[in-house]
T-cell receptor
Framework: NAGVTQTPKFRILKIGQSMTLQCTQD?????MYWYRQDPGMGLKLIYY???????DKGEVPNGYNVSRSTTEDFPLRLELAAPSQTSVYFC?????????????FGPGTRLTVT | AQKVTQAQTEISVVEKEDVTLDCVYE???????LFWYKQPPSGELVFLIR????DEQNEISGRYSWNFQKSTSSFNFTITASQVVDSAVYFC?????????????WGLGTSLAVNP
């Protein structure tokens, strides 16, 4: 199984540009999450989804948008990139019911906005 | 409020030393789950262990062991005979499970350096 995959692995954006970070999981997990991790810091939740068509904000949603049209995919959209969005972005997924409840993570996307 | 505290920001040990990473949590839930994750220098996040609130048995996996004590709201992680490959940031997390609002509350992590 591939687990959680993310593309791209690295990206450099200019201020004001937009991009979409892709995330796909093949474990049939209902829950999916987007986190950002700033250098030397912990994880901050951006958005999450409890299933196709349902998304909700995390603690740092400003400047981002998400959609969940399928169980497998959970793309994260950055509009009007700003230097403050320079970070490593992780996508994760977990099961809905009966466990296990742990989140499985993709390898991350390292984004630099200059 | 739900909270996870990892008071040790950085720990440095010499190879073969034992080291314990502390995790203290706060929750009002009677049913909850605790997790440990490892983030090596390569950057990926690796799930290590899950423990539910009804199971206070300690767990051992090779050189790793976990001590869960509800009385002190702690879920500590011990590495025995540490190795250089154990160098990583370790995160403790608490599952907030209010209906469909299933999110992890993360500690800030403990950076462990194991020196040869």
């Amino acid at each position: 199984n591939a687990g959680v995959t993310q593309t791209p692995k690295f990206r450099i954006l200019k201020i004001g540009q937009s991009m979409t970070l892709q995330c796909t999981q093949d474990m049939n997990h209902n829950y999916m999450y987007w986190y950002r991790q700033d250098p030397g810091m912990g994880l901050k939740l951006i958005y999450y989804s409890v299933g196709a068509g349902i998304t909700d904000k995390g603690e740092v949603p400003n400047g981002y948008n998400v959609s969940r049209s399928t169980t497998e995919d959970f793309p994260l959209r950055l509009e009007l990139a700003a230097p403050s969005q320079t970070s490593v972005y992780f996508c994760a997924s977990s099961s809905l019911s009966g466990g296990p409840y742990e989140q499985y993570f993709g390898p991350g996307t390292r984004l630099t906005v200059t | 409020a739900q909270k996870v505290t990892q008071a040790q920001t950085e720990i440095s040990v010499v190879e073969k030393e034992d080291v314990t990473l502390d995790c203290v949590y706060e929750t009002r839930d009677t049913t909850y789950y605790l997790f440990w994750y490892k983030q090596p220098p390569s950057g990926e996040l690796v799930f290590l262990i899950r423990r539910n609130s009804f199971d206070e048995q300690n767990e051992i996996s090779g050189r790793y062991s976990w001590n869960f004590q509800k009385s002190t709201s702690s879920f500590n992680f011990t590495i025995t005979a540490s190795q250089v490959v154990d160098s990583a940031v370790y995160f403790c997390a608490l599952l907030q499970n209010a209906g469909n609002n299933r999110k992890l509350i993360w500690g800030l992590g403990t950076s462990l350096a194991v020196n040869p």
